[in-house]
């Protein structure tokens, strides 16, 4: 088992174009969380799924945002027309189930929007 | 909607000493769970401690402690017998089972050899 896997790992790109994220959780793992974290503040939640459902969807998730998790393993976020205010680094986690298991966090997929 | 503060953005402490990490938090929940997660530079987010809001007893691991004061709302972190690589940003969170999870600004520790 190697981890929480995000790619890629950085993406550079241009205001107004789409992007799309990937993130691998541990395997076995139900639950898959999505963050945004930006320069000198702590990750605010975006949404998470347990299994293949979408169950919260933080206020921060605009109709620009889409997330999905079709088979209940890897998660896709993808973001449509991007804006500069959507640079930042993007973290996923996992975690087996319960709302009080350990999150496993990937690297993170840094954005810029130039 | 849930908050959590950490006024400390950073904190030093010598090699071997001992250093506290303060955080407060704002809920009208009863049943949730706080978090105290590390961030090495460029590195991945790992979890330090956890400690349920049911639990009277503070977490312990290891080196790391926490002091929780449910009535005021207070989840400091205490690291005994610092070492280098315990030089990180530190986040302290919250998470309830309607919350996908509230993170404080971070605090950055420094340790001096």
């Known amino acids: 088992d190697t981890g929480v896997s995000q ?38 939640f975006l949404t998470y799924f347990q299994n293949e459902a979408q169950l919260e969807k933080s206020r921060l ?17 993808e973001i449509q027309r991007t804006e500069q205010g959507d640079s930042a680094m993007y ?8 709302v009080t298991d350990t999150q496993y966090f990937g690297p993170g997929t840094r954005l810029t929007v130039l | 909607a849930q908050t959590v503060t950490q006024s400390q953005p950073e904190m030093s402490v010598q090699e ?5 990490l303060s955080c407060t938090y704002d809920t009208s929940e009863s049943d949730y769970y706080l978090f105290w997660y590390k961030q090495p530079p460029s590195r991945q987010m ?9 639990k009277q007893q503070n977490a ?3 080196r790391f402690s926490v002091n929780f004061q449910k009535a005021a709302k207070s989840f400091s972190l205490k690291i005994s017998d610092s070492q280098l690589g315990d030089a990180a940003m530190y986040f302290c969170a919250y998470r309830s089972a309607i919350e996908g999870g509230t993170f404080g600004t971070g605090t950055k520790l420094q340790v001096i050899p």
């Open chain 1, 61 to 77: 998730l605009s109709d620009r945002f889409s997330a999905e998790r079709p088979k209940g393993s890897f998660s896709t976020l």
């Open chain 2, 16 to 20: 071997a000493e001992t250093v506290t």
């Open chain 2, 46 to 54: 790992i979890l330090v401690i956890r400690q349920e809001a049911y």
């Open chain 1, 7 to 44: 790619n890629p790992r950085h993406k550079i790109t241009k205001r107004g174009q789409n992007v799309t994220f990937r993130c691998d959780p541990i395997s076995e793992h139900n639950r898959l969380y999505w963050y945004r974290q930006t320069l000198g503040q702590g990750p605010e």
């Open chain 1, 91 to 98: 973290l996923c986690a996992s975690s087996s189930g319960q």
């Open chain 2, 60 to 62: 312990t691991e290891n």
